[in-house]
């Protein structure tokens, strides 16, 4: 499918950036293992519920049909979540079908590990304090990295401080983010997984295609 993300302008864009550093923030959190007040969550449909207000709060309109409401973040047995994140995506011997290490997932890992690591360290932050002490390329991370990029794109006071932050989206976007998610995606497809995870990989597919397509159009 060609994306056509928006006719708003870059202006738009970076008026949205508040709801696109959460909705980052949001999937960042969602696809990592799952906690109690998570699967709360999803059981209460609020996983569902938050996905919604985050992309209706894009400056386009999202150029894709969201699995939000019927049969994807609002479904499922909440007692199979912790035991289905452990199968398809923390398997502790052999390697997860799934891995959510971008740098698995096509290219030379240890040169994608080194290249975002250069991105951290040039905005003062570094992987090795966080709680997991997570490996550059963790999903996650990458995602955490994007909604930092975009709060500074919010808070940014002059021209070049926007263009920079968001120069740097585009370039996670493009040579990274939007290249693990086709894989991703066919490796999960092969395993039968419930909805939610499903709907999740797919939203983030999804909004990395449109993100990237937005920044790079304007």
């Known amino acids: 499918m060609t994306v056509t993300p928006t006719a708003a302008g870059a202006a738009d864009h970076q008026a949205a950036a508040v709801a696109r550093s959460e909705l980052w923030a949001s999937l960042a ?8 007040d998570f699967v709360s969550d999803f059981a209460a449909g609020r996983i569902a519920s938050e996905a919604r207000r985050l992309v209706d709060a894009l400056a386009y309109p999202f150029p894709y049909p969201l699995p939000l409401d019927s049969d994807g973040l609002a479904s499922g047995d909440p007692e199979e979540v912790e035991v289905e994140f452990i199968r398809l995506f923390d398997v502790p011997s052999g ?86 998610m086709p894989p991703i995606a066919g490796r999960l497809a092969k395993k039968d997984p419930m909805s939610l995870y499903r709907a999740l990989i797919d939203l983030l597919g999804h909004f990395a295609a449109a993100e990237h397509a937005a920044l790079s159009a304007a």
């Open 29 to 36: 959190d969602w696809l990592t293992f799952p906690t109690d």
């Open 95 to 180: 390697g997860a079908p799934v891995p959510l290490y971008g740098g698995v997932h096509g290219g030379d890992r240890r040169q994608v590990m080194e290249e975002l690591l250069r991105f951290y360290r040039h905005f003062g932050l570094s992987v090795a304090n966080a709680p997991e002490r997570d490996l550059p390329d963790a999903i996650p991370t990458v995602l955490e990295f994007l909604a930092f990029l975009c709060a500074g794109e919010a808070e940014a006071v002059d021209a070049e401080a926007v263009q920079t932050f968001r120069s740097v989206q585009r370039d996670i976007l493009e040579r990274h983010v939007t290249k693990w």
